[in-house]
Structure formats: C-alpha cells, structure tokens
DNA sequence: CCCAGTTATTACGAGCTCGGAATAATACCT
DNA sequence: AGGTATTATTCCGAGCTCGTAATAACTGGG
C-alpha cells in the first residue's frame, strides 16, 4: 500500500544507507529497552507487524540479534518472543584521558564490560607523548580479532574540532593545541574513530548504559577539570553551534560559604567567578590546604573530615544553583551528575537535591531529580565508547 | 526499489496521515525558503525526484501550492520551476493578551498578513471578560468564508496546560488560574485551536515568518511583562519537560547601573534578582519615576532622554548577562529579542550586542549574533498563528 | 483435557517509491 | 542559427512496505 514515514536525517541516502538507518533506529531501541518482541518494536518504530518481521529476520541472521527464550506472556495470547542484541556481534572501544590518567574500555554489542585498562600521566608530559600512551592503551582493550571492532570513541577533555578530528585545546597537559587524534588511531587499528569532549560524550554514556535509559531528554554534568553540560534532546546529543553548547563551566554564578552544620550562605563578595573555578574537582582540590588528589578529597569527604565537608558544600551550593538555572532554562526530564564527584555518597547526593529545591523554591517550577551517576570510575571511557554505540550502523 | 527513510514521528501513523506528514513537510520547506524546485525539493528531503513530482503534483492539484512562472536558470541546463504557496489555499488566525491589551491577525497561506484587530484591556478586567473579548476579536480576523481557516492559535502570557488547554497562571489579569481559553474558541469556530505560552510561540514566529527563517537552531527573547525564552532546535521548538523550557526569567542575575556615559558597573550589591524583575519591560517602567507606558518608553529612549536611556542600558546588561549564560549553554545559531525593546532601534541593539560580546570576552567562545525582530508590534499574535502554520498538516 | 478467547507472528496480493532511461528546456559555442 | 552540453522533469519496470487474512502459541474455564 504505502509507505515512508516521514524525511530522513537530512545527509545523504543511497539504497542500503536508507534501510540501514533504520536498522540502526531498531537496534537502538533493543538497547535503551534490553529486549523487545517483534510487535513492540513494530509500535514504536511505526512500521507494521510484517516489515518489522523481515528487518528483525535479516538482522537475526546476520547475528546482530538472537532470539531471547523468556517468552513474555502479557495476560492471554500467544506471548512475545523477546529479541535482544547479540554480545558477540562486535565490540566498541572508548578511550578517556586527562592530565593525570588515561583510561580505556571496551564493551560487547550487548553492553557488557570486556577489558578495562588505565595509566598514569606523568606531571608535564607533552601532548604528543600522551597521544602516544593513548593508542598504547586502546591497544591493550581492542578486541583480538580485529573484525570484531565496531569502532573508537575518544573522549577529550576540553573543546574538540569534529571536522578535523583534532581536540583544539586543554590547558592542563603541555603543548596540548590543536592536537590531531582522530588520524593516528584511525590508521592504527583500521576503525571507525569518533571524537568528541567527554562532558558530551559522558552524556551519550547515561543515555546508553547509565541513567538516561529511559529518558528522552536529560542533561548530565561531568565535573573533573573543567565543568560541562551534555544535552540530551529527544534521545539526540545537542551540541549546539561548533560543538559550543554545554559549556557552563564559563557560567558566572554567586559564591557560597558553608557553615560547619552544612547551611549554606552566600560570601558576600560582589565578584561572580566562573563555575568551573569554584565547583569543579580540581578547584575543589586547590582550595584545601595542601596537597590533595581526588581520591583523597572522596575518602575524607565520606569519612566526615570538616574541612573537606567545607569545601565541598560550598561548591555544591554553585552547584545547585547552576542546576536551577539549567532547569529554568530547560526543563530536564532528569539531571545526572558524572565524574569523581558521583561517588561522594548519598549524603551529598541529598544535600544537593536539597539545595537544589531551596534555589528553586521561590517559583513553582517542577524541579527535577538530580541523580548521581553509578557508571564509576571508567565512566569516562565508557563515555568515549557511547560514541560509537550511538552512530553505529550494520554493514550494508 | 526501496523506501522509508527513518522512522515516523513518534506518535500515530495510518495510511493518510503518514502522506500528509511527508506532505506537510514539504510545504514547510517551501514556506522556509519561500520557494523550491521540484529537484531541490528532492534533495532537502532526501526523496527521488520522481517521488516529489507525484507529491507535488498532488498538492498543486488540491490547491495548496502554485508552480511559480519565474524559471531561475541556474547555469546550463532547464532552468527549474519554483513551486510556491498559494495564499488563497486558507488563512491561520493568531491572538495574543496581555494585561492591557488583546492583538489579533489572520495570515494567508503564503504568510501575507491579511487583517489585523486589536482592543485595549482595562484595568482589573475578570479573566472571563478577557475571554469573551479574545473571541469577539479573533471573529473580526477570521476569513469570512469559514471554510479558509485553517486553525487558531492562541498566545498565552505565563505558562499554560497544554493537554487541557488552559492557561494555568498570569498575575497580571484578575482571577486569572487555570483558565480553560481552547474549548470556547474551538466550540465558537469549529476550527483547530492550539495554545502555548507566548515565549514559545515567539519563536515560531520568528522561524516561520522573521529572523530564524535560514537557521536551524536559535532562541528567541520575549520580553513583556516577562521574559521568557523560546528554544528552536533542529527547527522544532523545544518546550521542555511540562512545557517548562524557557522561563529564563526566573534566572537569579546581577545587577548593573549605568552611568551617563553608557558604561555599565555592578551595582555593589550582593543580592542577585530574578532577571524579569530586572529587565523586563514593566520592571524597567516601574523603575522609572511616574507613570510609564511602554509607548512612552520606547519613544523617551529613541530622544535621547537621559533617564530612559540609564535605566533601559542597566537593564541591557542583565540581558547581555543572560544572552552570554545562554549562549554558554546552547550555542544557538542567533539570539533574537522579540517585543516591545525591539523598537529601541539601532542604538540599544549595538549597545546589546557590544555589552554580550564583553560578557563572554573572558572565553574562546564564540558570541552569537544578536538580531531584534522586525515583526512589529503584532508579534505576540503572529507568532500564535506560527503555532498553526507550525502544526498545519493537509486535509486527508 | 478440550475449546473458546486472545495476542503474536507469518503469508500474500496490491500499490507506492526507487533508480535509471527518456524527454524537455535552456546556455553556450561556433 | 544550429549543435552540443547541461540540468530539470517525467516515464517505467522492479521491489519494498503495507493491510488483511491466516496461522501459531498461549490462558482460562468447563
């Protein structure tokens, strides 16, 4: 009778491209869900029963897919046959660096961690000597054999230039501009390589495997060096123009000391400082006297240690009141909270959503849950391979 | 061979519907550019040329569009024939209120403003007076023969529910929570009526009819008696969880004064204020000593008068502050300002632009442009009946 | 245990969309 | 002016997707 749905993504088509795309559309849907029946996936791709039936048939065969054996029976009827994705149809691999780590991570097509490995940086090791650990360690997680690997994802920290497949800068690792990467893995392991900075990529991370499952629009906050928003819309990354959007470390808010029995006030200074200067890890750190590493700064901060309690509360009331702002401007399904911070505990997690509350209270505006992040501490690299799970599309 | 692009729009399909959709985006095509070919047609929505033909066909046979006569010879070759819209396949109505007023107009299909109403408010009118008055309005706009209006949009200041169609909230007209407005028009003109908050009807109005026409991603400001922000991605409005998006008015920010000379301070405050408590068109009013209409404002300010000028430029930064938090966050394409302000002229738009470009001069990244709207002071009801051209699908 | 009722999946004919070829309509060159 | 190159649009056979009907696989009740 007829058919087409509606335009396609507005690039280009070609034959197999076409029903591609769309298999890629249904596989997706198996992955936010972790399993649907031939007629669910007919409902919320809005194709019918019998088409659904020769896609899921193709890409049964292929071995994209398998048949799960948990019939569901929903009240009578003949029960679904549950499809889910197939752990051995490939695997996709996430790198993560910063100034002081690099991690990566490789994951089956199911989603389950295979390999996990990381290595230190050392204090001013130059940009070129990094990129080089970088391949070193993706090397370490790639699967053996080699037509097993989907692709690689690489997360930068700092702003990234996607045409060009180069990260354009990050101040905390030296002779770190306009650094080219996407090249050099792409010719060493012969595989799709995708760049993006980690805040977005951290983003695709929770809507993957993470917290944003079941959401269709959410923003998570990555807090390490820097601080920035990934935007989740319509199951979609936004990235904005140049890659710009998210970036509200730059955002100017008010600073707030914290008393010992955790209330909040505001300091009363009239300077407004960038958000990434109060309330990410590493200002965090810089504000405590002496030495501390991130590690330190969770154990003392669980342990109830005052001053690490301090300092903390104190960053998490710019916190709140960033995430209020974000809410008032765009109404999150959910915000989650990624990076070291994440694993504070729940007393953090509450005093935030407490804050959070208080910031919004004047207005009847919907605040939404803040929720902390569970990937742990390879998220960045999990991240990285989110990437690659998202643009991921069968051979044709 | 083979079809389907990606998957339908996430609601229902069945048979026509899907067509009409296809269908209605084209006309959107055509209506964004204002006039294609049948080949670049084909190439925007990734259909065969010969597909388009049967399409456009169609739709030149029921009416709704025209082949135009002037062939655009592109080089070499047959030169192509622009299809356009017919204006007198029907008309859209839009009607906007406030506290003082109520604006109507009807647009033809080829988006030519066809007739415009408006009536004053008086003071402390019930809401239900207010009602009848928008009905008795829209019925002086309404095409006379009945069978050309293709639907009514409704602006509403303050948030609205859109699956009862009713505005929740506007502190500005007595008595008025949770008034049902969609019902009684719809029963009235037995057309398809739609609602929304005036902010986000906005920036329909600039996507369909003003400065957001060749972009795919911007924000609008509507600055009235609020401000509230219209967020277009990907050349849909993005409205949010319970259509929340937006109401950047609630942003805590800080305040400026600005000296005579057109610099701005802070004002050495500590206290940060809602930014509609600021720069809002009535807070700028009631700062000002006496009785300020708008009127009155934007005309003082274009002669140069002193006082207009300190307290429009104060406000002008807290609005560069919130275009630069915005812009950190979504990197729009454009920033446009909508509403009354957008008659200060050249002056204040500089002044706007500038006073950004300062706030975001710390960072790498890039300002976004800064355009006022030239839709004049029907605005608020163009930009409701955006809301019907935006949701405009043909008869099936 | 069999049968009616219910729901999922597959089979099949019809029509819509596709790619490629044919045709139309112009510019440019000689 | 006529021929050639170039580009837009239409024509046509092939195959993909759709709706309907048939079949499969269960539940629950007598």
Known sequence: ML??????????QKKGAIIAGVEAELVKHIRATGGLSRIELAKVLTLSPSTIGVYVDRLLHE????????????GAGRPRTTIALNPNAGQFVGVDFHAKEILAVSVDFAQNIVKQASRPVRRGER??????????????????????????????PGPVDLEHGTAVEYRYIRDFNDVPIVKPVMRRFNAPVYIENTANAMALAELWFGQGRDLNSFVSLWIRSGIGAGIIINRQLYSGLADGAGEIGAWRCPLYKAAPDGKLERRDETTLCDLQEIASVRAICDTLPGRWSTDRLIRAYRKQDPAAREVVNAAAGSLAWAIAQLTFCLAPERVVLAGPLADL???????????????????????????????????????????????WKPAR
Request: charged content about 20%.
């Open 3 to 12: 058919h087409r749905g509606v335009i396609r993504p507005n690039n280009v």
């Open 63 to 74: 071995g994209y897919l398998v048949e799960g054996d948990r019939k569901v029976p929903c």
């Open 127 to 156: 940009a070129a000597k990094v990129i080089q650990s970088v391949v070193d360690i993706v090397d370490e997680v790639v699967p053996s054999d080699r037509k097993l690997l989907l692709g690689i994802g690489i997360g930068s």
């Open 345 to 391: 505990g729940d007393d953090f997690a509450s005093f935030l959503a407490t804050t959070t509350a208080a910031c919004m209270a004047p207005t009847r505006l919907h605040v939404p849950p803040v929720a902390m992040s569970t990937l742990g501490p390879f998220s960045g690299a999990l991240g990285a391979a989110a990437l690659v799970v998202d643009r």
